[in-house]
């Protein structure tokens, strides 16, 4: 009896790593294209502006903005005048180039509980959002997310550090 259940246990594994088995398609498929000859390697792809910024890009956008981050005061998500001069350039910009999407992160400073500045940090990113949204940007290219205080930009403990870390930083998609 023993030697049966191992002739067929040993039938069953045979018969199940023979189904395992991949087979070799009929056709390949073609290979890459490209304009080298065969057996050479084809040259790396280049910017067709050169070493320019391409229009419509992440660094296009930094580049031609006030700029990408808006700060905000201890516990606050309010846009003051200042985010608001900073948000009109961007609501320009985006506004120019409508195929282009962006997120909008949320950022806290390093006091306070996880939960709290997660929350905060959706609020800042929200309210970027929004005014953004008021001026004329597509609510369908914009994104929020709110990394609390995960990811500080200054490190320290004092209030000039604090300052820099509660912010909403806009990042375009390419």
């Not at 890459?32 to 229009?55: C, E, F, K, L, R």
């Not at 008021?134 to 550090?161: C, F, H, N, Q």
Request: hydrophobic share 40%.
């Amino acid at each position: 009896m023993m030697k049966l259940s191992t002739t067929l246990l040993a039938a069953t594994a045979l018969i199940a790593v023979a189904g395992c088995s991949k087979k070799r398609p009929e056709t390949l498929p073609p290979a890459p294209m490209t304009d080298a000859a065969p057996g050479q390697v084809a040259p790396p792809a280049t910017n067709p502006y050169g070493d320019a910024v391409v229009p419509g890009s992440d660094a296009d956008f930094r580049r031609s903005v006030t700029s990408n981050t808006v700060n905000f005061d201890v516990d606050m998500y309010d846009i003051d005048p200042q985010a608001r001069s900073i948000l009109d350039s961007q609501a320009a910009w985006l506004t120019k180039f409508p195929n282009v999407r962006a997120t909008i992160e949320g950022h806290c400073d390093e006091r306070g509980t996880r939960e709290y500045n997660l929350a905060l940090g959706d609020r800042r990113a929200n309210a970027a959002k929004n005014y953004l949204v008021a001026r004329g940007v597509s609510p369908a290219r914009l994104t929020t997310i709110s990394y609390g205080k995960e990811r500080p930009i200054a490190m320290g403990s004092d209030e000039a550090a604090y300052a820099q870390n509660r912010r909403a930083v806009t990042v375009v998609l390419n």
